[in-house]
């Protein structure tokens, strides 16, 4: 079946910095990938839309200049948060799938903890 | 946009025991998931039933797209079932693969 890695699993950094989450699919092309943010106790929320080859698309109040999307290729898709604050602390998840009409495939997620 | 309701919020049950968790969804919808979400965040595909029925072990799920809801059947609980089950929409008028997930259900199952 389908199957999406994520990396790191988790990641603990200092105010200010930057970190960047990958998200690859293992046995399948996938041109257009998802990147969800969930807090504590909510559900997911989608953050943006990877676009291989162009420009992200990002959902109503998600800042695109924070969170930069980079989909080099047909299996990997990076997310970046630069200049981490405490409120970006949170569980981010990234999904793909092989077309229309069929399901969606979510890697393990990374937990991102900023001090 | 869809707008998504999962019901009930928390469900307590002995093990052992069968349940039903409800989704209702406000449009027509081009795909309908269920997952469960281990305590460990993993998210676990369950079903893809944007129509129909489909079973899987203990599991089995119903979609009813011209009313609008899904409903999830857990027979037999165990232990392991813990945790939370989001259904999650992708709605008919939505570019492919653009999700909304209701708030969730949160099972608990006691031995």
């Known amino acids: 079946g389908a199957v999406v890695s994520q990396h790191p699993s988790w990641v603990i950094c200092k105010s200010g910095t930057s970190v960047k989450i990958e998200c690859r699919s293992l046995?399948?092309?996938?041109?257009?990938m998802f990147w969800y943010r969930q807090f504590p106790k909510q559900s997911l929320m989608l953050m943006a839309t990877?676009?291989?080859?162009?420009?992200?698309?990002?959902e109503q109040g998600v800042e695109k200049d924070k969170f930069l999307i980079n989909h080099a290729s047909l299996t990997l898709s990076t997310l970046t948060v630069t200049s981490a604050h405490p409120e970006d602390s949170s569980f981010y998840i990234c999904?793909?799938?092989?077309?229309?009409?069929?399901?969606?495939?979510f890697g393990n997620g990374t937990r991102l903890t900023v001090t | 946009g869809i707008q998504v309701e999962q019901s009930p919020p928390d469900l307590i049950l002995q093990e052992g025991a069968n349940s039903t968790l409800r989704c209702n969804f406000s449009d027509s919808v081009n795909n309908l998931q269920w997952f469960h979400q281990n305590p460990w965040g993993q998210l676990i595909n369950l079903f893809y039933?944007?129509?129909g029925t489909k079973q899987n072990g203990r599991l089995s799920a119903t979609t009813v797209a011209t009313e609008r809801y899904s409903l999830l059947y857990i027979s037999s609980s165990q232990t392991t079932d813990s945790g939370v089950y989001f259904c999650?929409?992708?709605?008919?008028?939505?570019?492919?693969?653009?999700?909304?997930f209701g708030q969730g259900t949160i099972l608990t199952v006691h031995p």
């Open positions: 999904s793909a799938g092989q077309g229309k009409y069929s399901p969606l495939h």
């Open positions: 999650a929409v992708e709605g008919g008028g939505t570019s492919y693969g653009k999700l909304t």
């Open positions: 046995d399948f092309q996938a041109t257009t």
């Open positions: 039933i944007p129509s």
């Open positions: 990877s676009n291989e080859g162009s420009k992200a698309t990002y």
